[in-house]
């Protein structure tokens, strides 16, 4: 007996054909490539699991995804303990990342919030900060983007599916797909 549900993997394979099919990701990687080409930056924030895909997603920029390229200027709020802790504990949770990107956000930037259940109050608010201070906006969430799409957010990544880890993980390879995209559109070369 096989200790692997077959239909997680089903489902898996029907939310990798749904993303491949999905407008808003082409959308999302367009967004971030002409900032980037432009000389702005790419801003990501998310809570937990989402928080350490950001900061992936920013290595993947700021180093390379395949090839050895000039950097990226990409940053992952919450990888900053001291101001995540600082905004926290003087302020509120829900607005760590406003404040960040209060700061750090100028007009040419793409801000890219991760939330899974698409209703994180702070997700929420640095979104809604970014837009007000004039920056393209994108999200990916799981199936739940009626928050998002209050804000408003310019591209929002909706994975069909309310199971938390089944969505990390479209998130994750959306991540990388952008990643790849975005180097070889800026950069063209052959992967490694």
Request: overall charge negative; hydrophobic content about 50%; some cysteine.
């Amino acid at each position: 007996m096989s200790i692997i549900d077959p239909e997680r993997i089903r489902l898996r394979a029907r939310l990798l054909a749904a993303l491949n099919e999905d407008a808003q990701l082409e959308q999302a990687i367009d967004r971030m490539a002409l900032a980037l080409k432009r000389g702005g930056k790419v801003l990501l924030f998310g809570n937990g699991g989402s928080a350490t895909q950001s900061s992936h997603f920013a290595a993947e920029l700021v180093n390379k995804f395949y090839f050895r390229r000039r950097a990226l200027p990409a940053l992952a709020l919450a990888a900053d303990m001291a101001s995540v802790t600082s905004i926290a504990n003087d302020e509120d949770f829900r607005f760590v990342f406003s404040r960040q990107l209060e700061a750090y956000g100028r007009k040419d930037d793409v801000a890219l919030g991760i939330t899974t259940s698409g209703a994180s109050a702070n997700v929420l608010l640095g979104l809604a900060k970014a837009r007000e201070m004039g920056l393209g906006t994108v999200a990916l969430c799981g199936n739940r983007p009626q928050a998002l799409l209050q804000v408003p957010v310019d591209v929002v990544i909706a994975v069909d599916a309310g199971d938390t880890p089944a969505v990390q993980e479209m998130h994750l390879f959306a991540l990388h797909v952008m990643a790849e995209t975005i180097e070889a559109k800026l950069f063209g070369g052959d992967h490694d």
